[in-house]
């Protein structure tokens, strides 16, 4: 084999190797893309929810339902995102979680619908401030849009 074609089988090869990875996704490429695109949605505490007096200095919350849209890139370039709403006590448990991907076909319509199903038993229960998710049914993205959305809600309860 000449040394041309050598060095573009090499180049294909490492070439392959790259996408490969950027597909299994990493934390890394979870923070880069969760912080490159986020789309805030407005939402207050709802008006059902009996709202606790404004949050002390240290970590309270406002009582009440908050909802937000956190996105992601896919490794092909593709901004994806997911709906979170939280019920959240005044401690800052989650009390209740929906989580809707907004993904329309593909693969990411497929770990999104994974990520859905495992994500409540993870959170209902647990401290807001306390939550990093990192993976969840194989879904390693939609976590990042996940996290994105729950800063968000964190930055509205407190306020």
């Not at 990493?26 to 893309?33: F, G």
């Not at 008006?47 to 009582?63: K, N, Q, V």
């Not at 990520?115 to 969840?136: C, N």
């Amino acid at each position: 084999m000449n040394p041309t074609k050598r060095r573009t089988y090499a180049a294909l090869a490492a070439s392959t190797a790259l996408l490969t990875l950027a597909a299994c996704g990493s934390d890394a490429a979870e923070d880069d893309a969760s912080s490159s695109s986020k789309t805030p949605s407005a939402t207050t505490p709802s008006a059902s929810e009996p709202a606790a007096s404004a949050p002390a200095a240290g970590g309270a919350f406002t009582a009440g339902e908050y909802e937000a849209t956190g996105s992601y890139t896919t490794p092909d370039g593709q901004t994806q995102s997911i709906d979170v709403e939280v019920t959240l006590a005044a401690d800052g448990t989650i009390t209740e979680l929906d989580a809707d991907g907004n993904a329309e076909g593909g693969n990411s319509e497929q770990f999104q619908g994974k990520f859905e199903s495992g994500i409540d038993a993870q959170v209902e229960g647990r401290k807001i401030t306390d939550l990093d998710v990192d993976k969840v049914s194989g879904s390693s993205l939609t976590s990042g849009g996940f996290n994105d959305a729950i800063d968000q809600i964190i930055g509205q309860a407190q306020a």
